[in-house]
């Protein structure tokens, strides 16, 4: 086990609403990442995390923001959330360094209306 | 452009039979490649990976082998067990990059 809890695991929103997930690890470690996983396409990197308020973006940042001010939370912000952004996202955390498996949460599928 | 792909969107066998899971990758310059299960509701779970310096690993039941000049690399679980019913995923990385490239994943059914 890992230690990464995902809040929540299930969210229905409506367009144009902000919205905030959270990835929690009590492991501390360095690297942090967000998926999003949708049928045909496995799972996609949104941004990660390198380190506190180190950030950069993935293959499908459009749209989200993250934000870490500490090392156990790594936040994704839907500043205005539109339905291609209904999707199951995935936190994970590298527990020994970037060349290393990565370790995921159990996800939160987020529906908007 | 797909980089990491899984062709085979679902595979059936039979249990106590040998379970072949392919994964075709593009880019030369990926350097470490994993397989994860995924069971439904539930996050992806490393499963076992495979160095680019090597051309086969074993952990239990499962050994994954890399064909570094067909760009290949597969999955193989003997003998498979209903529990093994998942969806696999292929995942590669860039040298010097942690960011996982995933394939498409494929359905495995194992039947009793």
């Known amino acids: 086990d890992a230690g990464i809890t995902q809040s929540p695991r299930h969210k229905v929103t409506e367009t144009g609403t902000p919205v905030t997930l959270r990835c929690h690890q009590t492991?501390?470690?360095?690297?942090m990442y967000w998926y999003r996983q949708d049928p045909g396409h496995g799972l996609r990197l949104i941004h990660y995390?390198?380190?506190?308020?180190?950030?950069d973006k993935g293959e499908v940042s459009d749209g989200y923001s993250v934000s870490r001010s500490k090392t156990e939370d790594f936040l994704l912000t839907l500043e205005s959330a539109t339905s291609s952004q209904t999707s199951v996202y995935f936190c994970?955390?590298?527990?020994?360094?970037?060349?290393?498996?990565?370790?995921f949460g159990d996800g939160t599928r987020l529906s908007i209306l | 452009d797909q980089q990491v792909k899984q062709n085979s969107p679902s595979l059936s066998v039979q249990e106590g039979r040998i379970s072949i899971l392919n994964c075709d990758y593009t880019?030369?310059?990926?350097?470490?490649f994993l397989w994860y299960k995924k069971y439904p509701a539930e996050g992806p779970t490393f499963l076992i990976s495979?160095?680019?310096?090597?051309d086969k690993n074993e952990d239990g039941r499962f050994t994954v082998f890399l064909n570094k000049s067909a760009k290949h690399l597969s999955l193989h679980i003997v003998p498979s067990q209903p529990g093994d019913s998942a969806v696999y995923f292929c995942?590669?990385?860039?040298?010097?990059?942690?960011?996982?490239?995933f394939g498409k994943g494929t359905k495995l059914s194992v039947k009793p």
């Open positions: 995942a590669a990385l860039f040298r010097g990059q942690g960011n996982l490239i």
């Open positions: 994970a955390i590298s527990l020994q360094g970037q060349n290393q498996p990565q370790h």
């Open positions: 880019n030369s310059m990926f350097d470490y």
């Open positions: 492991e501390n470690h360095r690297y």
């Open positions: 995390s390198y380190g506190v308020k180190d950030t």
């Open positions: 495979i160095s680019s310096i090597k």
